[in-house]
């Protein structure tokens, strides 16, 4: 099958009911809201302009402080316990391997990405430290307190690699390279190599060269949507926001010239009403390129625009995490698989024996990225449970047992194993 759009799409307003796949026309976000003057741009945050004192908590119920990158920075929650900056247990994960950092403004992200909590419709309800991302909260910390911890800890750090996650915001470019900055003068690169996740729009071919220049390993696009049509729906004109696909594939390109092979790829969120062969068929462009795609279900975050709608179906996860594991690390290419109608894999193109083998190492549902010093396919950024709730995992944070992987069968409806109990 070739990369053109398959026929035989789900009539309009179909409901996901029943589907094993979330179609194109019920994956539909909700129009942004209006947003009173008064609390535009951080405006509550500013006014009230609270000094912040160390580690700032999310908290809806008191002030939030006013922090701006580069003095601060937000992380996730699981790489805010695993430094000790938070108390916590994790669901069956005793750390994370990849410190995420996040930039921090009380204007917050000026996009409006319909699946994302941090989008400025929501400035109206929460100030932006207090937003939800990726199903969990983001602590705020000092930049230098978090250098200093990870410094202090030597070659005994947990940590495998360190990203940057640039936002929507003027400020952004040039606070990412003070952060990158004030990182490498105390952590050599070669202890915890460091990725940018960019934001393209705001961007220069000259920027990511600096990047590179300053000690960036990896650069990332969060592409996010894996056609231009739901790119303008979900992150363009459809939600006034204002991001464009050109531009993004601008800067991904930037990337390959600049970083070169390898060193350089997209996050495509799965399940917001493409195709499983229009994700794979841009899964086998990045390779083609020379790029790694790195693979997030979709989940209707709570507070975005597409909050209402259904997380993606296991089948079609699993379905599409395994072919993108083929064509991203075993040699397989879009070509060698065949689809339905509805753009669904029937066959991966690999004899029934050498794809239960690869099933069974469970390398291939577990959470991509990029990454850390266990594998060259084992993502350090594991972001537990970023995609799915701990009682039904989409992106596996840690090493898939048999039980796991019985389930996996399950949902991609393969045989039993006999060595799988
Ligand atoms: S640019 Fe990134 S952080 Fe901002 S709304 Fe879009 S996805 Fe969220």
Known sequence: MTCLKPEGTAPADEPTDGLDFNPYEAMRPRAPGDIPQRVRNGARVKANDVAPEGVYRPDYNILTPHMRSPDYVQMSTAAAITLGITRGRMYRCSCSRCLNLLLTYPEGCRANCAYCGLARHREAERDYADRNFIRVDWPAVPTEEVVEIVARNGENTPFHRMCI???????????????????????????????????????????????????????????????????????????????????????????????????????????????????????????????????????????????????????????????????????????HMTFDGEGRVTDFGLPQGELDAIVDSGIPFRTSGCPGKFADDISACDRPYGDSPPSDIASYPFQPNKTDLRKVRRQLALPKRESTP
């Open 165 to 335: 996650s640039m936002i929507t915001h003027p400020s952004s470019d040039a606070d990412t390279v003070t952060v990158l900055k004030t990182w490498t003068a105390r952590i050599p690169p070669e202890r915890i190599p460091v990725s940018i996740l960019s934001n393209p729009t705001t961007m220069t071919r000259g920027d990511v060269r600096t990047l590179r220049d300053l000690g960036a390993e990896i650069f990332t696009v969060a592409l996010d949507a894996a056609t231009p049509e739901l790119f303008d729906r979900t992150r363009g004109k459809g939600v006034q926001s204002p991001h464009s696909w050109r531009k993004y594939w601008e800067i991904l390109h930037d990337a390959r010239d600049i970083f070169g092979p390898q060193k350089f790829g997209a996050h495509i969120i799965v399940g917001m009403g493409e195709s499983e062969h229009d994700v794979l068929c841009l899964v086998q462009t990045l390779v083609d390129l020379g790029g790694h795609s790195h693979m997030f279900c979709f989940f209707p975050e709570r507070g975005s625009l597409m909050d209402h709608l259904p997380a993606t179906p296991r089948d079609q996860w699993r379905r599409v995490q395994l072919a993108r594991y083929l064509i991203d690390y075993r040699g397989l290419r879009v070509e």
